[in-house]
């Protein structure tokens, strides 16, 4: 029986910069048009593995295939079919049209070309006056979605964005946005991001990765509850969920109120009967939404909601028993507030 292949598999991936290990992942699949999300603080490792998914570097270990093909072995086309705006992406010192024509003629692709340059500059949110503008005329959210377009008429199988919204006002922002959803429905794109802005990155993608010191935390087993945050008047960081319910977080420096919390999903614990003991004042109620079997097949992982926000949680086989949990059920959960961290 033949198997489905994803369109990326990573299998054993480290990455080394001058002897250090700056990224290490056993095992990633990445399926065809999607927008996946990349999450994690500064030096996490984004960029590094934006680098081995388009193919400017290769890991110094473990396997990437593409498509079914390592990454070693792949043609120009293959290569070509995957492309990446860079955190600061370079313009040609030319205009807007020079910037955007430029991929299709270095492909020797020079039909329409006029057509397509102006429904690239479309999709990006620019109209036909910005033909003629020089790179030294644009205003950063511009130059940003110009080297976007130069990416769009590409109509690439894999469009790659780190940073899309650094340093882009708010219009363009949404511009941006709009056009990565544009190219994902209609060339059927597949489109990775990373951004600080982690507002802006969730409310976008379809699948969401976290990266913390080179490593995987994917939201499977990693639950990520975003901004914003309210500050008491201690100083502790109040998550206000939609229905009221509040979960208080002592202060410490690290956090701020943009910030992104991951917790594990083995530091939460459910309980649905004869919870007193588990009780106290950051004690939440949620809603059992679905139950699944791990791999493992020792525990079962209970994805609840609390005020419309998705959680998981581990429980084992004999704790199922006890507790005989069905969707719809609600449940006390206790966050260890002491095991979250911060991106
Ligand atoms: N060319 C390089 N040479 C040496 N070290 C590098 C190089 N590129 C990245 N690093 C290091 O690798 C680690 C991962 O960096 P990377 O840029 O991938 O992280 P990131 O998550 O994209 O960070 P940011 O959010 O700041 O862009 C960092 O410690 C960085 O200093």
């Known amino acids: 029986m033949d198997t489905v292949k994803s369109l990326y598999e990573l299998h054993d991936i480290e990455q080394y910069y001058d002897g250090?290990?700056?990224?290490?992942?056993?095992?990633?699949?990445?399926?065809?048009?999607?927008?996946?999300?990349?999450?994690?603080?500064?030096?996490?490792?984004?960029?590094?593995?934006?680098?081995?998914?388009?193919?400017?570097?290769?890991?110094?270990?473990?396997?990437?295939?593409?498509?079914?093909?390592?990454?070693?072995?792949?043609?120009?086309?293959?290569?070509?079919?995957?492309?990446?705006?860079?955190?600061?992406?370079?313009?040609?010192?030319?205009?807007?049209?020079?910037?955007?024509?430029?991929?299709?003629?270095?492909?020797?692709?020079?039909?329409?070309?006029?057509?397509?340059?102006?429904?690239?500059?479309?999709?990006?949110?620019?109209?036909?006056?910005?033909?003629?503008?020089?790179?030294?005329?644009?205003?950063?959210?511009?130059?940003?979605?110009?080297?976007?377009?130069?990416?769009?008429?590409?109509?690439?199988?894999?469009?790659i964005l780190d940073e899309p919204t650094s340093g882009v006002d708010t219009n363009s922002a949404q511009l941006i946005k709009e056009a990565i959803l544009i190219a994902k429905q209609k060339y059927n794109t597949t489109i990775f991001i990373s951004s600080h802005d982690h507002n802006w990155l969730n409310h976008i993608c379809d699948r969401r990765i976290a990266l913390f010191q080179g490593n995987l935390v994917e939201s499977g087993s990693v639950n990520l509850l975003f901004a914003p945050w309210e500050k008491d008047s201690e100083g502790n960081l109040v998550k206000v969920f939609l229905d009221s319910q509040r979960l208080t977080i002592p202060s410490t420096s690290e956090k701020k109120r943009d910030s992104v919390m991951m917790v594990n999903s083995d530091n939460i614990t459910i309980c649905r009967e004869n919870c007193d003991d588990m009780k106290n004042e950051n004690t939440l109620i949620g809603e059992v939404q679905t139950i699944r079997q791990q791999s493992s097949n020792e525990f079962l992982l209970i994805e609840f909601s609390i005020g419309g926000v998705s959680f998981n949680s581990k429980i084992t086989r004999e704790e199922m028993k006890e507790q005989t949990l069905l969707p719809g059920d609600k449940i006390h959960v206790n966050i260890d507030v002491d095991e979250v961290c911060w991106i």
Do not use: C
Request: net charge positive.
């Open 20 to 159: 250090r290990k700056v990224l290490n992942i056993d095992t990633l699949t990445l399926d065809e048009n999607q927008i996946v999300g990349f999450f994690g603080p500064n030096g996490s490792g984004k960029s590094t593995l934006f680098s081995l998914l388009s193919f400017i570097d290769k890991q110094s270990h473990g396997e990437i295939e593409f498509n079914g093909i390592s990454n070693k072995k792949l043609d120009q086309e293959m290569r070509q079919s995957v492309v990446i705006v860079p955190q600061n992406p370079y313009l040609l010192k030319r205009t807007v049209y020079e910037n955007i024509a430029y991929g299709l003629k270095l492909r020797k692709q020079r039909d329409n070309l006029k057509e397509k340059v102006m429904e690239a500059l479309t999709l990006v949110g620019l109209d036909s006056s910005f033909i003629n503008r020089k790179w030294s005329q644009l205003s950063g959210g511009e130059a940003q979605r110009v080297a976007l377009a130069a990416r769009l008429i590409l109509k690439p199988k894999v469009l």
